[in-house]
């Protein structure tokens, strides 16, 4: 017999997935898969996941590389990250926290390769923003 909590937050998971999926093809592009599986954020939502119930299968691996992806690349909306944030059963400066730091970095080392300075600008005023 399923648990009805479990199913209802599989529920939010897939609509959060939803929402994100049409950015995940631009997120996957600038980050591997490789880098996104191993990375801190990765390994702490995963680890959430698991606490909150979610099975350990191909499908959460799958939902935790997408979350994380985009999360690295682009950063969470408030409203995913509130939505995320009550489905882990955390708040949503624990799941800020546990992302943006590595983002910085990410974003960071990226433009240092690529040191484009009208992309400089908009990555700078993103980061200022997400303070």
Not at 11 to 32: I, K, N, W, Y
Request: charged share 25%.
């Amino acid at each position: 017999r399923a648990d009805p909590y479990a199913l209802a937050g599989h529920r939010v998971l897939d609509g959060v997935l939803g929402e994100l999926d049409h950015r995940l093809g631009d997120a996957l592009r600038v980050q591997s898969q490789e880098l996104v599986r191993h990375s801190e954020f990765a390994r702490w939502l995963l680890r959430h996941c698991l606490l909150a119930g979610y099975a350990d299968d191909a499908q959460t691996h799958g939902s935790v590389i997408i979350v994380a992806s985009i999360a690295l690349s682009d950063g969470l909306s408030p409203e995913l990250i509130a939505d995320l944030a009550r489905t882990l059963a955390v708040t949503e400066e624990e799941l800020t926290a546990a992302y943006t730091g590595e983002m910085r970095e990410r974003m960071t080392a990226e433009l240092l390769d690529h040191p484009d300075l009208a992309a400089l600008d908009a990555q700078l005023d993103m980061i200022a923003r997400s303070d």
